[in-house]
């Protein structure tokens, strides 16, 4: 079973409000994943992690910022929520062994009014 | 173009029947192929892994063959339950990137 543990599962808030989504894991890993996923599509990279003060823009273009002070935490902010950011956020984790498999959180699901 | 195509984007089988899902990608060379399930509003979970090397790997009532000549990955399942209703994404890894297919939809009726 995964050691990675995503807060809050479910979330609604209100537009301009500033919303950080948690992401821990216990496994000590050095990899971390933000994904972003719309219902019944495909996933999404928005920001990833290679170890501490280590972070990088995926592949989707995202409003989003996260900061990885420890190893074990990645954080995802939204200074200003917008209806746009409805969607659920998927964080992941590995190590640096390519045959590892990629650990993934149970999700947030977040509906922004 | 995304770099892994799945097919069929949805499937709805009777319980107790078997079903194959499919995975094609361009990601060359790769370090290994992946299949995970993904219940509805929950995170991928993982169902079985595969190097270039392998053809097969089985788990369970899954089992996954992989053919690096033709780029071609499947998911075989077999006697399936209700509780198989999911997606189920085929992922490539090469290095420290990792290629997320579009998933497929899969139901289990009784």
């Known amino acids: 079973e995964a050691d990675i543990y995503q807060t809050p599962r479910y979330l609604v808030i209100g537009t301009g409000k500033k919303i950080t989504l948690e992401c821990s894991q216990t496994?000590?890993?050095?990899?971390m994943y933000w994904y972003q996923q719309d219902p019944g599509m495909e996933l999404h990279l928005i920001h990833y992690?290679?170890?501490?003060?280590?972070?990088e823009k995926g592949d989707l273009s995202s409003e989003s910022t996260v900061s990885r002070i420890r190893t074990e935490h990645f954080p995802l902010t939204l200074e200003s929520a917008r209806p746009s950011h409805t969607s659920q956020y998927l964080c992941?984790?590995?190590?640096?062994?390519?045959?590892?498999?990629?650990?993934f959180g149970e999700g947030s699901w977040l509906t922004v009014v | 173009k995304n770099q892994v195509e799945q097919s069929p984007q949805s499937l709805i089988i009777l319980e107790g029947k078997n079903c194959t899902l499919q995975?094609?990608?361009?990601?060359?060379?790769?370090?290994?192929l992946r299949w995970y399930k993904q219940d509805t509003g929950r995170g991928p979970v993982s169902l079985t892994i595969?190097?270039?090397?392998?053809n097969t790997k089985s788990n369970g009532r899954y089992t996954a063959t992989l053919d690096a000549d033709t780029k071609q990955s499947s998911l075989h399942i077999t006697a399936s339950q209700l509780s198989d209703s999911a997606s189920y994404i085929c992922?490539?890894?090469?290095?420290?990137?990792?290629?997320f297919g579009t998933g497929t939809s899969l139901t289990v009726i009784p």
């Open positions: 496994m000590g890993h050095d990899k």
């Open positions: 992922v490539v890894r090469f290095g420290n990137q990792f290629y």
């Open positions: 992690s290679y170890g501490v003060n280590s972070t």
């Open positions: 595969m190097t270039f090397s392998e």
């Open positions: 995975c094609n990608y361009t990601v060359s060379p790769f370090s290994n």
């Open positions: 992941a984790s590995t190590d640096g062994d390519v045959g590892n498999t990629i650990y």
